[in-house]
């Protein structure tokens, strides 16, 4: 009769330590798929990330930056329990839009879109995704695959799909060699990481976000306000120098 509840303690007791071990929240998947279609950049992201604590809350609260000219056109997100079942969806009243303040300048064309995805059920699962299109840009990609120290990552991948002879450059640390397929005029280039460390910075060494896993492609001819190139240091400095003579330029509207 003792046998029964000796087991029920030693399984409490060993299971302990690992139930303590838990992060406060932790990335289960992360990927983004960008794709150059004409002159637009089309981005889609899907996140999944797992809340396992109260203090883990405060990243159930997303912001995703956007402009006028690069505009957020499809949201998805929803709550989750930990066997998946889905608990609550994101309604639109739950979205907020509002421009970015700065004490720089006025006024800014840059925006933020939030909204918070809170249970008091732990732990569990906040998903979203959501597609940019993006008219100005000069990278393709600016990926890092940990963005945060304190949650870890298990799985993240990034793919970008661009015409078969696109011109452009690539830089990358930290990642499986990238996966190029070929097919129908298309190129593909796949990278993936799995449970990436975050690498901390040493003392006078480069910034911690210098540090970690990223992938960075920049096209040889781009348009980012003007048209612009990165043949050259040449070429990108002329491009930085015609931007800048534009910036005090005021549009018929802002007369």
């Not at 300048?105 to 995704?129: A, C, G, Q, T, W």
Request: charged share 25%.
């Amino acid at each position: 009769m003792m046998r029964l509840p000796l087991l029920i303690v030693i399984i409490i007791i060993t299971n302990k330590p690992l139930i303590a071990q838990l992060p406060d929240c932790q990335i289960n998947q992360s990927h983004t798929h960008i794709e150059l279609v004409g002159n637009k950049l089309v981005k889609k992201t899907s996140i999944n990330i797992q809340i396992n604590t109260a203090k883990g809350t405060k990243y159930a609260e997303v912001t995703i930056p956007y402009s006028k000219d690069n505009q957020i056109k499809i949201l998805n997100a929803g709550i989750y329990d930990i066997l998946g079942n889905k608990v609550r969806s994101l309604k639109k009243k739950d979205i907020q839009r509002a421009h970015t303040s700065s004490y720089l300048y006025f006024h800014s064309d840059n925006m933020i879109l939030s909204f918070e995805l809170i249970h008091n059920r732990y732990p569990y699962v906040v998903k979203y995704s959501y597609t940019e299109e993006l008219k100005d840009y000069c990278f393709l990609a600016y990926w890092r695959s940990r963005p945060y120290r304190r949650v870890p990552v298990k799985e993240a991948t990034l793919t970008v799909d661009i015409p078969e002879g696109f011109a452009y450059s690539i830089y990358d640390q930290h990642v499986e060699p990238v996966q190029i397929n070929v097919q129908s005029g298309r190129k593909q280039l796949k990278w993936q990481v799995t449970d990436p460390d975050y690498i901390e910075r040493e003392k006078y060494g480069p910034q911690s976000s210098e540090l970690q896993s990223q992938v960075i492609l920049i096209p040889d001819e781009f348009h980012y306000g003007v048209d612009g190139s990165s043949q050259s240091w040449s070429d990108f400095g002329l491009w930085l120098s015609n931007l800048k003579s534009e910036c005090k330029a005021l549009t018929d509207v802002e007369k």
